[in-house]
């Protein structure tokens, strides 16, 4: 595994198009009567419409390029994608920020720092006094190029929340979804973010963990993963964070790829339709959340992103962003939203039940 | 075409077990739940005693369940195959410890 060094876009992939990969969501075991439908699954429970509650999560994908090539990313992200967001769409993204009721700025990507005005949108950005700003970094990014060393103090200047994902506290299992070499930079890129000061016990430098499972299975429990993750990276490596956010594979792009090619996807989405919660639904994030794509479109969420499928609003595109005409939408779903309601539930931020 | 004995399938069907014996198999898996809570041994522990054992039992059911249980609550494949050589001494231990028995039989009738 994580062998793959082109994207499923480059490869020419059929599952590279977002129509290909809902045309295999709702065909099949959804199709037949096996397994409901989630649209079925949370009329059950009368959750049917979907809808959105108040903003309070923007989050902006500044562009699909990265470092790694991960094997189960839902972005599909990797050095062949192009796809960048332009300062003037960031410049719309910044009046949206000025004047929005959101608590809480992510941005994600790919690998958000290569975009090369994600500097000065971050200065920009935390002008507004956002009260939570999230960067979410791969970790080895810090240590890919000379430009890059500084980020920890950079982030420190602006105040910014890290989040990093770690699939494992081992180097065999981290690498095997990351990329050779990935353990071992990522370990050296979170001790330089404790020099500096993130995710020390009482400091207000937030540096929280993103744990995704390496293969075809749920996550564990999030909280028992925490204190496994903390107890081996201090004892190992000596490196302190603040939370574990445990988050389930979607199976959308390359992890629906891998699922497919593994011969794994009917049980995976079995055992996601078992471990379904219906108070997971409640608080699933697309309730709360807008995901703006690198071109400025918004999307429930940054899986809905991916697969193409718009807000169900008048209010498609960030420079038409209304935060009134948001509120209240009916939320786009198929059976990939499964993912965000299974056992404890899933989100950006963790488990959500 | 026979069909195997065993079908992966099967598993997902386990629940059933309560529609022939309602009260029985339900009592079975409230226990059976209640045993893999979080209690003086973590659920990651009990992950790992569940895979020895269910090695021993040779139960490929099973066998795939606490695979996939230890996958999910971070378990490696180094340790995953350490507990599967506690249960593999365990059974070759009890083998070969009635030996004595053989021992003790052959010394009484032959002297």
Not at chain 2, 72 to 101: F, N, P, W, Y
Request: aromatic share 10%; charged share 25%.
């Amino acid at each position: 595994m994580a062998t793959a060094t082109k994207s499923l876009k480059k490869q020419g992939s059929d599952l590279a198009q977002s129509n290909k990969q809902l045309e295999i969501l709702s065909n099949g075991i959804f199709k037949n009567g096996e397994l409901p439908t989630f649209k079925a699954k949370i009329s059950e429970t009368n959750q049917f419409p979907l809808k959105a509650k108040k903003l309070e999560i923007l989050q902006i994908n500044v562009g699909y390029m990265c470092n790694q090539v991960c094997d189960h990313c839902h972005v599909d992200a990797g050095p062949d994608r192009k796809e960048i967001m332009t300062r003037e769409t960031m410049k719309q993204c910044l009046e949206v920020i000025k004047n929005t009721g959101a608590h809480t700025l992510d941005l994600t990507g790919g690998a958000p720092e290569m975009n090369p005005d994600f500097r000065w949108f971050v200065e920009e950005a935390a002008k507004a006094g956002i009260k939570d700003f999230i960067v979410r970094s791969n970790l080895t990014i810090i240590r890919a190029n000379k430009k890059y060393y500084d980020l920890p103090e950079f982030f420190k200047k602006h105040n910014v929340h890290v989040v990093s994902s770690m699939p494992h506290w081992t180097r065999g299992k981290t690498d095997k979804q990351r990329g050779d070499g990935v353990f071992d930079k990522s370990i050296k890129a979170l001790q330089e973010l404790n020099a500096v000061g993130y995710g020390m016990p009482g400091s207000d430098l937030r540096l929280d963990l993103v744990y995704n499972p390496s293969g075809a299975f749920l996550p564990g429990d999030q909280s028992a993963m925490e204190k496994d993750f903390k107890k081996a990276l201090m004892e190992d490596f000596g490196i302190e964070f603040h939370n574990l956010f445990a988050i389930t594979n979607l199976p959308i792009a390359r992890f629906l790829d891998f699922l497919i090619a593994s011969e794994n996807y009917e049980d995976y989405m079995y055992s996601l339709v078992e471990a379904y919660n219906p108070a997971a639904v409640a608080n699933v994030m697309c309730t709360n959340t807008i995901s703006i794509s690198w071109d400025g479109y918004l999307f429930d969420c940054d899986f809905n992103q991916m697969l193409e499928l718009p807000v169900n609003s008048k209010s498609k595109h960030i420079s038409e962003f209304n935060e009134e005409l948001l509120e209240g939408r009916n939320i786009v779903i198929s059976q990939h939203c499964y993912g965000c309601t299974a056992g404890a539930g899933s989100s950006c931020q963790g488990v959500v039940a | 075409m026979s069909k195997p004995y065993y079908d992966a399938a099967d598993l997902r069907k386990f629940g059933k077990i309560t529609e022939w014996s309602e009260e029985l198999g339900n009592k079975f898996f409230d226990y059976y739940g209640k045993v893999f809570e979080e209690g003086a041994l973590t659920a990651r522990e009990k992950s790992l005693i569940a895979l020895a054992v269910a090695h021993t039992e040779q139960c490929p059911y099973c066998i795939d369940a606490y695979t996939k249980d230890s996958l999910q609550r971070g378990v490696t494949k180094e340790e995953m195959m350490e507990a599967i050589h506690v249960g593999a001494a365990i059974k070759s231990g009890a083998t070969l410890v009635h030996g004595v028995q053989m021992m003790n039989k052959v010394n009484k009738l032959d002297g």
